[in-house]
């Protein structure tokens, strides 16, 4: 009888007519071309880089500084490791102050504090990083000099307000019972915001510091403002410092061939760099070195 009843209800389901059948087609076709229009810009702009930038690096281009003007020849060797050395101060300022503002808005955040800095973070999104730029001169330059440690803190600026919403939402995401379970065997609220939630969240957290960090790395307008940059070497945080970026808009907008040549180089290893970057950490999350996956 069971069977008979399954056999009859089967075959009192109508058949999907063609008009669902091609509206269904019709929609997943319109979903894919979506998707390959968004892709193919910036599969072309990658492309054009690796024709333009592969050619252009050699030995000399990663292991010397530039060489006087309308002189061929050079690198940009100092340019990458002040880049290295700003983005580094970037990170350390910029990181702890997002973290921190992202636990206090998604575990202390609901009251009227809470709103003012989402909205902060939300404004600090959407500023033109030239106007940040202008504000870190004032502040940091304009009574004193230019510095790397001035453009760092112009990209921390930057940088705080990402990591803040993003570390905040991936917290938000973590079941409330884990919270209850710790809190039932005593654990203090602080130690379970730090040992248990934002463990559980850490993916989801680092994942948000490489976007961040990935958005300043190719920062020019705040490093204009800020470091000034130069052609030789310095590891003082505290002196005119030469970056990527900056040095890649110089030779971009001179008229010598050779140094638009670098420039490309220069942008190929930038977006090499950011990669590298962002894959390294991804991997070492997924392997559980930062903490649960």
């Known amino acids: 009888m069971p069977e008979a009843t399954v056999t009859t209800a089967l075959h009192s389901v109508p058949p999907i007519s063609l008009r669902r059948r091609f509206t269904d087609h019709l929609m997943t076709g319109v979903a894919v071309l979506t998707v390959l229009l968004v892709l193919a810009p910036l599969v072309a702009i990658f492309g054009y880089l690796v024709y333009r930038g592969v050619g252009a690096i050699d030995w000399a281009f990663l ?37 921190g503002a992202g636990i206090y808005l998604a575990e202390f955040g609901r009251n009227s504090m809470g709103r003012a800095i989402r909205f902060t973070a939300d404004v600090l999104n959407g500023v033109p990083s030239i106007v940040i730029g202008v504000a870190a001169y004032a502040m940091l330059v304009l009574h004193r000099h230019f510095s790397a440690l001035a453009g760092g803190v112009a990209l921390a600026i930057m940088m705080v307000p990402t990591i803040s919403r993003t570390t905040e939402e991936m917290l938000l995401l ?59 070497w310095n590891l003082h945080i505290d002196q005119a410092t030469a970056a990527l970026p900056l040095q890649i808009y110089v030779y971009a907008n001179s008229p010598y061939d050779d140094w638009h040549r670098q ?11 950011i990669v590298t970057a962002v894959a390294a950490v991804r991997y070492a999350v997924r392997r559980g070195t930062f903490g649960a996956a």
């Open 63 to 99: 292991t010397q500084t530039p060489k006087p003007v309308g002189e061929s020849g050079g690198g940009m060797a100092n340019a990458i490791v002040g880049s290295a050395l700003i983005l580094g101060i970037a990170s350390l300022v910029g990181v702890p102050f997002g973290v």
């Open 174 to 232: 973590v079941p409330q019972a884990l919270r209850e379970a710790a809190y039932g065997l005593g654990v203090p609220r602080w130690r379970t915001t730090l040992s248990i939630t934002l463990r559980t969240a850490t993916s989801g957290v680092i994942t948000g510091v490489m976007l961040a960090f990935a958005r300043v790395a190719g920062e020019t307008a705040p490093l204009l403002f800020t470091t000034l940059g130069n052609t030789f």
């Open 263 to 273: 420039a490309w180089a220069g942008a190929f290893v930038l977006i090499v760099l």
